[in-house]
């Protein structure tokens, strides 16, 4: 079963960027759809961005413009970039990977997260 692995959170002021990264333990090559996900402390966890195998992107509508979802598939990683950043994007940031099936699409993993923080 495919792990992942967040990296690249941290602390950042408003308007600034960080770079997340998603690493998997095997070929990302098949799967499906390759997702970010963010929980706020209080709240429940959101979709943020998707990536299909074709690279066809889709975001929130909150950080349409502001954040770039991209994959490599001969890295086996999967990427956020969060620019233009606002303290309401504050959350633990999680990579997600999805089959699809028959119409349906299911998740096969979830990484651990990586908490982003924006305040001055």
């Known amino acids: 079963q495919v792990q992942l692995v967040e990296s690249g959170g941290g602390l950042v002021q408003p308007g600034g960027s960080l770079h997340l990264s998603c690493a998997a333990s095997e070929s990302i090559f098949s799967i499906d759809l390759m997702g970010w996900y963010r929980q706020a402390p209080g709240k429940q966890r959101e979709w943020v961005a998707s990536i299909t195998r074709g690279g066809s992107t889709n975001y929130a509508d909150s950080v349409k413009g502001r954040f770039t979802i991209s994959r490599d598939n001969a890295k086996n990683t999967v990427y956020l970039q969060l620019s233009s950043l606002k303290p309401e994007d504050t959350a633990v940031y999680y990579c997600?990977?999805?089959?699809?099936?028959?119409?349906?699409?299911?998740?096969?993993?979830w990484g651990q997260g990586t908490q982003v923080t924006v305040s001055s």
């Open positions: 997600n990977a999805r089959r699809s099936s028959g119409g349906l699409s299911y998740t096969i993993a």
